[in-house]
């Protein structure tokens, strides 16, 4: 497994060197400048909407340009949630309840009753002072650290209003200074990061009733998609094939006594149909919960498929006593889809399967040296175990840049 140039460095990925060659201190940066533009834009949306909608309701006008507001506030805060994931990494899911299928008094309950619209509006009322924050001291230190590295390049630079650096020995502690300030640049960039994902985890990611509201409908819909699969599966496979022998035995019957010969090969025929709708049915069950699973464990399960993956993988289970079901089958079914992706997708050429138990935490790691490129699309596999990690509290991240590794990891709870 390639290890990353941050985890190699003196001093580790926590240390001066670590974090500033770390791409993940510098992709937040962007993100930082441009947030104070998005944070006085939402806040003159929210002031100026609200403001108009409370002196216009006098009228008939101003109930909709506040709903017109609400929906805004509620569509930047959405918008916020994505940035985040891409700036900082903090996958933060939309913790709204529920949308109502139809009655517009019934959405309109939804929107002002539900407390994620008025988190929403907290959120983007204090981007405005922080991302002011955030792009003051970016700029102060960025540009202190660009004069003090390029000083040897200029013919005098001033520091402060009496220091004047102009001598060789002064622009080569100057150039040195630059790059502490780097230093000091990278743990500000990373302090900000915190803070600013902190606050939006906290306003936008809903409150423990929501999130365990959203987990349950998370498991809901994915439990209603396996079933649509499990039917459909039926239907495609095994019902076709009862089908056919239903029909060759009724054919047979009706040949017995005329044509004993053809009748013969008729049930025959309708045999080998019984055996495959048999194995069929077996395959099903199989994807189901797997039997070697229940008998043997994960180590076994999991020794199988990685032994019937197309390249070497290298599996190690270390869970000790067995972790709860719900936990086992979930693990289980992440290595699946991430080494059947791996073998459909990934073109790679070395992999590794890692479980690990450490007190009531199950870690599951599938790594591959692939392609990459891979996302949690909506209604793909991955997903799909993401929310049934999620309906025990657990947490599947995948980390897939372009130009590999993949990395899917999940952390599940015995305990919930």
């Keep these: 497994m390639d290890v990353p140039l941050r985890e190699r460095v003196p001093l580790g990925p926590s240390g001066p060197v670590g974090v500033v060659v770390d791409p993940r201190t510098w992709r937040a940066v962007p993100y930082l400048l441009v947030s104070l533009f998005l944070g006085l834009t939402w806040f003159l949306v929210v002031a100026v909407g609200s403001t108009i909608s409370v002196v216009m309701m006098a009228v008939w006008v101003g109930f909709p340009l506040l709903l017109v507001t609400v929906v805004a ?49 907290g959120y983007l009322i204090l981007l405005a002072p922080l991302s002011l924050l955030e792009f003051v001291v970016l700029m102060v230190l960025g540009s202190m650290s660009v004069a003090l590295i390029l000083a040897p390049f200029r013919e005098e630079l001033m520091i402060g209003a009496a220091f004047v650096v102009n001598t060789p020995v002064e622009r080569a502690l100057a150039v040195l200074a630059g790059f502490v300030m780097v230093v000091v640049l990278a743990y500000a960039v990373r ?18 009733e929501e999130r365990l509201r959203a987990s349950r409908a998370r498991g809901i819909d994915a439990a209603e998609a396996e079933r649509r699969r499990i039917e459909r599966d039926l239907h495609d496979g095994a019902q076709l094939l009862l089908l056919s022998v239903a029909m060759d035995l009724g054919r047979a019957r009706t040949k017995l006594d005329d044509d004993p010969e053809q009748a013969k090969e008729l049930i025959a025929q309708a045999h080998t149909g019984t055996r495959a709708a048999i194995a069929e049915l077996r395959d099903l069950a199989r994807g189901i919960h797997p039997a070697i699973l229940t008998d043997r464990g994960l180590d076994a399960a999991l020794s199988a498929l990685a032994a019937r993956a197309p390249i070497g993988v290298d599996a190690v289970v ?14 289980y ?13 990934a073109v790679a050429s070395e992999a590794s399967v890692r479980v690990v138990r450490a007190g009531q935490m199950v ?44 990395l899917v990891r999940a952390e599940l709870p015995c305990e919930w």
């Design 73 to 121: 506030w509620r569509g930047a805060a959405m918008l916020e949630r994505r940035l985040l994931w891409l700036a900082f990494g903090v996958r933060i899911r939309d913790p709204y309840r529920r949308r109502p299928e139809r009655g517009v008094m019934n959405h309109l309950k939804w929107l002002f009753r539900d407390p994620a619209t008025w988190r929403d509006l």
């Design 191 to 208: 302090g900000l990061s915190l803070l600013h994902g902190t606050l939006a985890a906290a306003l936008l990611g809903g409150g423990e």
């Design 318 to 331: 270390d869970v000790g006593e067995r972790p709860p079901a719900a936990v086992e089958s979930i693990a």
């Design 333 to 345: 079914y992440i290595v699946a889809e991430s080494l059947a992706n791996m073998s459909k997708h």
């Design 363 to 406: 870690t599951v790691e599938v790594w591959d040296n692939g392609i990459g490129g891979a996302t949690l699309r909506h209604g793909g596999g991955l997903a799909g175990l993401a929310d049934r990690a999620a309906t025990i509290d657990g947490v599947l991240v995948l980390s897939s840049p372009v130009g590999g590794p993949t």
